[in-house]
């Protein structure tokens, strides 16, 4: 089974600077992934960004890239340059393959504040 | 539709009638996954769908829960007798193909409020 914590209940940013939103999962998978979503007030789940273990060099997708850290268990996200529209709940979420289905097991996410 | 499409947004049932939320992936997608949020968690998987077979429903939370995916696109997820405790966002996810880890795209979800 997968655990995965994330440590920050809410976080407050200035428009414009970088913010790191924390993840730390555990995993018996020898070979996983890590998914990071953003849930607006709307409801719906955004898939943000994605990275296997076994992939060299840290993802990037626009604005967000992963800080991962194998050995720590680690999978922080960096949002650069906040605009007032990633105001949001944010996901840290690992696939359990332990009964091929690859449901997502998600963290309880991190609600981001974007301070004008 | 280009997304996936949950109906309805909202449900308020009184407490012992019976609910049925549908979900509309998007085409051609294979996989299936129901889960539930609770107010201020993240969402816990209920049911996984791989075209109309069920092959996992170890997140189903008693026998009153019951999901079908009759020809392997539309799906049902029927809560029978709701009780308080199924107040929650149940959410709706598709991905193109099995296995792997492949994006799941989710719809909007069905707010359940149970009175």
Same mark, same amino acid.
């Given at each position: 089974?997968? $655990?995965?914590? &994330? @440590?920050?209940?809410?976080? =407050?940013?200035?428009?414009k600077?970088?913010?790191?939103?924390?993840? @730390?999962?555990d @995993?018996?998978?020898? %070979?996983?992934?890590? +998914?990071?979503?953003? &849930?607006?007030?709307s409801?719906?789940?955004? +898939?943000?960004?994605?990275?296997?273990?076994?992939?060299?060099?840290?993802?990037?997708?626009?604005?967000?890239?992963?800080? +991962? &850290?194998?050995?720590? $268990?680690?999978?922080?996200?960096?949002? %650069?340059?906040?605009q007032?529209?990633?105001s949001?709940?944010? =996901?840290?979420?690992?696939?359990?393959?332990?009964?091929?289905s690859?449901?997502?097991?998600?963290?309880?996410? @991190?609600?981001? %504040?974007?301070?004008? | 539709?280009?997304?996936?499409?949950?109906?309805?947004? !909202?449900?308020?049932?009184?407490?012992?009638?019976d609910?049925?939320?549908? #979900?509309?992936p998007?085409?051609g997608h294979?996989?299936?996954?129901? !889960?539930?949020?609770?107010?201020?968690?993240?969402? *816990?998987?209920?049911? !996984?769908?791989?075209?109309?077979?069920?092959?996992?429903?170890?997140?189903?939370?008693?026998?009153?829960?019951?999901? *079908?995916?009759?020809?392997?696109?539309?799906?049902?997820?029927?809560?029978?007798?709701?009780?308080?405790?199924?107040?929650?966002?149940y959410l #709706?996810?598709?991905?193109?193909?099995?296995?792997? !880890?492949?994006e799941?795209?989710?719809?909007?979800?069905?707010?359940?409020?149970?009175?």
């Amino acid at each position: 089974a997968q $655990k995965i914590t &994330q @440590t920050q209940p809410g976080m =407050f940013v200035q428009e414009k600077e970088a913010v790191t939103l924390d993840c @730390t999962y555990d @995993t018996s998978d020898q %070979s996983y992934g890590l +998914f990071w979503y953003k &849930q607006p007030s709307s409801g719906e789940m955004i +898939f943000l960004i994605y990275q296997g273990s076994y992939d060299e060099q840290n993802a990037t997708e626009g604005r967000y890239s992963l800080n +991962f &850290q194998k050995a720590r $268990k680690s999978a922080n996200l960096v949002i %650069s340059a906040s605009q007032l529209g990633d105001s949001a709940m944010y =996901f840290c979420a690992v696939p359990y393959s332990g009964a091929g289905s690859y449901q997502l097991t998600f963290g309880k996410g @991190t609600k981001l %504040s974007v301070i004008p | 539709g280009a997304g996936v499409s949950q109906s309805p947004r !909202y449900k308020v049932a009184k407490r012992g009638q019976d609910v049925a939320l549908r #979900c509309d992936p998007i085409s051609g997608h294979v996989s299936l996954f129901w !889960y539930q949020q609770a107010l201020g968690q993240g969402p *816990e998987f209920l049911t !996984y769908f791989q075209n109309e077979a069920q092959l996992d429903k170890s997140g189903l939370p008693s026998d009153r829960f019951f999901a *079908e995916r009759p020809e392997g696109s539309v799906s049902t997820l029927k809560i029978q007798r709701t009780q308080q405790e199924d107040s929650a966002v149940y959410l #709706c996810a598709s991905s193109l193909i099995t296995g792997g !880890y492949t994006e799941a795209f989710f719809g909007q979800g069905t707010r359940l409020t149970v009175v």
